[in-house]
């Protein structure tokens, strides 16, 4: 017998329909290209993504179509999002950090019909525009132009777009399965590979997202997505904002510290997420501006590890609560996220701590486990000790890459992240690295990971990144690269001298090498694989 409920599809527009409806005059603030600040609401944000809907009609998009984005996150690119996945389209947010090749790469393996673009990205564009023969229609995301006018003349505004068509547009409905939005994996390794968000997938990973042991969201928040809407969707906030019906500050290109410390004191941010990068940048300009970041209570550190050092910063500085989160872009992004249980409560702050450093507990829609072989099937202990291949499952996770035929999961169906990892009785997952990271000294595994967090923990050490350097004896041996505070003076003997009561004497790294700056991938993570190119025989030549 079958249940008696309503079937309703799960559908992106709903989100904004119902932010519309229930929460139409609470703000959403974005920050333009050209630096001025929009205020508007979850009202005009929908009535916008109408018009917008019209226009692409209009233009002779049909639904199953790829519409890029290659653009900050503001309100533009906000309510492009509902109209082009709402109407039944493909959204497909670019990442512009990547070089031209890749870009070209993935804009026709996509096969985009249109690309939507900030005027700051105009370069990129014309550089492209010659190698992506399915691109009709390109579309600047602001008023008229004139510099973007010249240099693309068949270019159209969207500012006009939308004084030109009816804010009246019926959002089709269809299968919850359809495609909604699209996303490349950043590619350190080959070419990039397209991960297929469906309208069910996105909004059940939504709930996941608002719960309270996730990033625990309401109607009461002001949330400020320092993560880039083309970086796995700036993480659903945008989606999540929509649900809540929170106040969503969209920070534009102002991602320098000094902009975000701005931002939040004004607009009384009261929960941030962002990639570690950003949050030294924010904690050294706070500390310059003299800022006290009250409204902030709260920040998701995901992307790469949280140091030790950063949380505690947080925690001690500016009295605010570092949620420590783990996913990646074949996950939507969220696997896990950190809060502690009931039993946790009584435990010494410090000893707290120590647990939110992990990467946290899976929410209901997702399954981890930890196998002894990379896509094998055989489970190891729960026991916070054993080490092995992270696999996940769930409700919002890959099952085969855009336009490839095979299967992306393990004979009985899990995803191999790559990454390596235990998890403890409690459910709590613990990342020792990504497998291609780890160190191999003389047939033992370091974690590079552990290393670069005693490195960043050091007070006159910015950034750090520890890596494999090919050894004549050893076969690997870790060394630090490392970016000095600034103003501060630490030589390689102090650093190594640090780590001497901290781990075990075969691990401390062989040698440190300062340098001025660490080069990042698109999503802000340390590029080790360059890092290994430079540096990697370093040992071998002393
Ligand atoms: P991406 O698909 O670009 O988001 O990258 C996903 C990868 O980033 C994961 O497989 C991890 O290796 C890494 N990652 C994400 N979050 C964390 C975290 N909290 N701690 C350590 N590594 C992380």
Redesign the pocket.
Known sequence: MQGNMMLQPLLISNLIEHAARYHGDTAIISKNTDGTITTTDWTHVAENSKRFANALASLGTAHGDRIATIAWNNHRHLESWYAISGSGMICHTINPRLFPEQLVFIINDAQDKVVLFDKTFLPLISAVKAHTPTVEHFICLGAFDQDVATALPEVKFYDALIAENSAEFDWPNFDENTASSLCY??GTTGNPKGALYSHRSTILHTYAICLPDSLNLSANHVMLPVVPMF??NAWGTPYAAAMVGCTFVLPGPGLDGASLVQMIDQYKVNIALGVPTIWQGLLAAAKQLGSSLDSLNRNV??????PPAMMKAFRDLYHCETI???????MS?LGTSNQLKAKHQQLSSEEQLKIRLS?GRPPFGVDIRITDEENGTHEVARDGHTTGNLQVKGHWIIESYYRKSNSATTADGWFD???IASVNEDGYLL?SD?AKDLIKSGGEWISS?ELENIAMSHPNIAMAAVIAATHPKWDERPIVIAIKQQGAEVTEEDVLNYYSDKIAKWQIPDKVIFVDAIPL?G?G?MLKKDLREQYGSVLLES
């Open positions: 994996t950043s970086h796995v550190v995901g992307g790469s590890a949280c420590h989160a783990w996913g990646m872009t074949e992004p990467q992240t790559g990454d990342l990504r990971v991938t999503t993570k």
